[in-house]
């Protein structure tokens, strides 16, 4: 670690020790971080916009898949929207420290509403086509490119004392989560009863909540500091502690084959639901439904805990419950059996992608969080287009439950690797939790 990083860790740790400790009874401590009046309005914000996305995924993957009958142009339509996000994240964790976090989001959420309310008229008037839906798809993947750094490193800056910071992440993933349980279900019936471009209308609408609540935000920052280095040379800067700082990079690295091989299976869903369980929209609603259930206990689970310790474990134990939920939910041929199996692989996989961000988020200084950050968003969307690219033309090649077999096993393979890697993890943290007050020095990190 540099003489600055040093610096900036006991710059934060002087303020979490001369905080006095809260104390907090019962359902309380689980909802702390929203004492927080920015915070308050980025919850109510996001839980209206993020029902309306999680409509606008499902509606998509439905469109893809009554346009065509491919399994092949749904990973490569996924491929498309994601790919961006790949391309461009480093470059944008980049502005993302440079510029103003909250007017970068602002502009973020326009313009997604912008792209959903353009793929409502088109669909709607009929004259959507899978080109369009392409180009469209490449044009929210870019925004995101830039909203997903933005927005994680915006956090830190919406709860003032970083000792709420994890259970803000974990709000944040119950707000997900929730949103992931009540929008396949409303658009399952939306579709059944009318079209996807009511959908995408509803999901265009809800952006305006989100975006009135960045505004209404009173954020006190330090002024964004010029420098004269170039967009190269910082982003060296960021690839050099992320490719250096071993807890950081081993927990990338796990997220990276977790995102390439695991979450790519959300592609195949409308396969399962028509083919493999006879079903349709409602199915696949249901299904979408139970995976948020799950991912939202997990969320809920952290959302109670009291601090980051024991984080790093959790990290391979829910690698592998994902990857075993995979390998039941593709053997599975039973609706009510692969509801549970699906259920479980969204506990795993929202348990290792709070914990993973929590973790990064508690380690990284401040002026590199965007550039990390962006890393992060690299590694959670930024694999994903291969993975869907690689599920789908496995799908059309093996089938999607062997596929889907394949890929939870590629799961546990890499939670075993990271296990291998937890001891040198833990050494290399303890000593940054201790100088944060996190832990104290005599106190060994919990097994």
Not at 33 to 45: I, K, P, Q, T, Y
Not at 93 to 110: C, K, M, N
Not at 310 to 324: E, K, N, Q, Y
């Amino acid at each position: 670690m540099s003489s600055d990083e040093e610096a900036i860790h006991a710059e934060m740790a002087e303020v979490l020790a001369a905080e006095e400790p809260r104390v907090y009874s019962g359902s309380s401590h689980a909802w702390r971080a929203l004492r927080h009046r920015n915070f308050r309005l980025f919850f109510g914000g996001q839980s209206i916009s993020l029902i309306g996305t999680w409509m606008t995924r499902i509606a998509t993957s439905w469109l893809v898949y009554r346009l065509t009958g491919s399994a092949l142009l749904l990973g490569t339509v996924s491929f498309a929207g994601q790919i961006p996000t790949f391309l461009f994240s480093p470059f944008a964790g980049v502005w993302v420290d440079r510029l103003d976090r909250r007017q970068v989001l602002v502009w973020t959420q326009t313009l997604s509403m912008v792209q959903s309310l353009a793929l409502a008229a088109l669909t709607l008037s009929h004259h959507i086509t899978i080109l369009l839906l392409l180009a469209l798809s490449v044009m929210q993947g870019i925004i995101n490119a830039f909203d997903m750094p933005g927005r994680q490193s915006f956090m830190v800056q919406m709860v003032e004392d970083r000792r709420d910071l994890s259970n803000a992440i974990a709000i944040n993933s119950s707000m997900v989560n929730m949103a992931r349980l009540v929008g396949p279900s409303l658009a399952g019936m939306l579709i059944a009863v009318s079209s996807e471009g009511w959908c995408f209308l509803v999901d265009g609408i809800s952006y305006i909540a989100v975006i009135v609540s960045l505004l209404l935000m009173r954020v006190h920052v330090a002024p964004v500091t010029h420098t004269a280095a170039t967009m190269l040379a910082d982003m060296k800067v960021g690839w050099t502690y992320v490719s250096e700082f071993l807890p950081v990079r081993t927990i990338l690295l796990l997220f990276a084959v977790v995102s390439l091989m695991g979450m790519p299976f959300v592609v195949l869903m409308p396969i399962f639901a028509a083919r493999v369980l006879h079903g349709g929209p409602h199915t696949l609603g249901f299904l979408m439904g139970a995976m948020g259930v799950g991912a939202l206990i997990s969320a809920l689970a952290l959302a109670a805990r009291k601090s980051v310790l024991g984080l790093v474990r959790m990290i391979p134990l829910a690698a592998t419950v994902f990857g075993l939920g995979l390998i039941g939910f593709g053997l599975s041929r039973v609706f009510w059996l692969s509801t549970i199996m699906v259920l479980i692989a969204g506990m795993g996989m929202m348990q290792g992608m709070a914990g993973s961000n929590t973790i990064i988020q508690t380690l990284v200084p401040e002026d590199k969080r965007g550039r990390v950050m962006s890393y992060y968003t690299m590694a959670f969307v930024g694999m994903a287009p291969f993975g869907s690219l690689l599920a789908g033309s496995l799908a059309h090649a093996i089938g999607a439950p062997w596929t889907v077999i394949a890929n939870g096993s590629a799961v546990l393979l890499g939670a075993a690797w990271f296990w291998t890697q937890l001891p040198a993890v833990r050494r290399a943290i303890r000593p940054i939790y201790q100088e944060m007050g996190i832990l104290p020095p005599e106190e060994p990190v919990p097994q």
